[in-house]
């Protein structure tokens, strides 16, 4: 991983800001810190992408993804940014 590399868990992604934001407020009501929500243009319209992090290294993200889908979580993926 590259010094510019983001690591995050990406827990859902929704169509409205309402949802996200709800979804984001229960994460962090589980406990979880770094909750982030990130606004993309998909086709025109808004996507709104719930993520952990930055993590510090992909061994950070696997325990966090595990974490998570104890918690019932569904639909995980590890996304990089730079």
Not at 31 to 42: A, N
Not at 60 to 67: F, G, I, N
Request: net charge positive.
């Amino acid at each position: 991983m590259t010094e510019g590399d983001k690591l995050y868990v990406q827990v859902a992604a929704f169509s409205t800001e309402q949802n996200a934001l709800q979804h984001l407020s229960d994460l962090q009501g589980e406990g979880f810190s770094d909750v982030r929500l990130h606004i993309e243009s998909k086709q025109g319209k808004a996507v709104y992408r719930v993520r952990i992090g930055p993590l510090p290294s992909e061994h950070v993200a696997e325990q966090l993804l595990a974490m998570l889908k104890q918690n019932k979580h569904q639909n995980l993926k590890i996304i990089r940014n730079n």
